[in-house]
């Protein structure tokens, strides 16, 4: 099979829907590669599997080996990598070294960063030199310090303007889609309706070109439920459950049973 290109997630601006969700590591990437459209090795992984309060502890050597994992379990979606906290903001050239190690040292096709109107010149620069980016606004986890917090996007005229903003100036710095997320829906339209990129949503209704979700919330691994998520397993449950029948088995005796035992050199 031949991986979906960056022209072709482009092209479905207004058209098919994009399916994308989040992966970090090899098995996972090689369940989910068939039947999406793009893989995102995001920085939620800081959280999701390191544990980290924040993405902002995620560094770019952390998303180099989640990124190298991922395209070592897939063939078929493009795999998009995110630029951490502190690995682009300082300068052009700084972002461009970040993702130039990303595409050289992963494979991947593509990066992805949070953008505000100030990170446009870095997008432009970056897609100049043969990197495609996917853009990100709305809720952006890395300013949750300075926003005071994890909150949606939009509730203000003001707000709505400066996100709508980040939009189209990532959009006409060359982006070749834009992850929208925690946004309400009416603004999710605008800026769907103002960019030449597909909208990838999260948190940001049915107006997008596209949805994203974390798989591991898809997949109802944690308690945590925010409003935008919809839990189409519950492997919490089925893992707690699992877990619960082999701590059993192992104090009754009943694991290892006699075909699960090896008997070398005896005759059956
Ligand atoms: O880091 C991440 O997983 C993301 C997606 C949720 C869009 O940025
Ligand atoms: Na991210």
Redesign the pocket.
Known sequence: TRRITVPEIAGRKGGQKIVAL?AYTTPMAALLDPLVDLL?V???LGMVVHGLPS?QGVTLEMMILHGQAVMRGSSHALVAV?LPFGTYEASPEQAFASASRLIAETGCQAV?LETHKGVARTIAFLVDRGIPVIG?VGLR?QASNADGGFKAKGRTEAERQQVLDDATAADLAGAFAL?V?GVAADLADTITRNVNAPTIG?GASAQCDGQ?L?TEDMLGLFDWTPKFVRRYANLKETIQQATTTYADDIRKGTFPADEETYRLGTKA
Request: charged share 25%; hydrophobic share 35%.
């Open positions: 989040t995102l995001g920085d939620s993405t995110d992805k990100h986890p992850v997320e999260i994203i974390v």
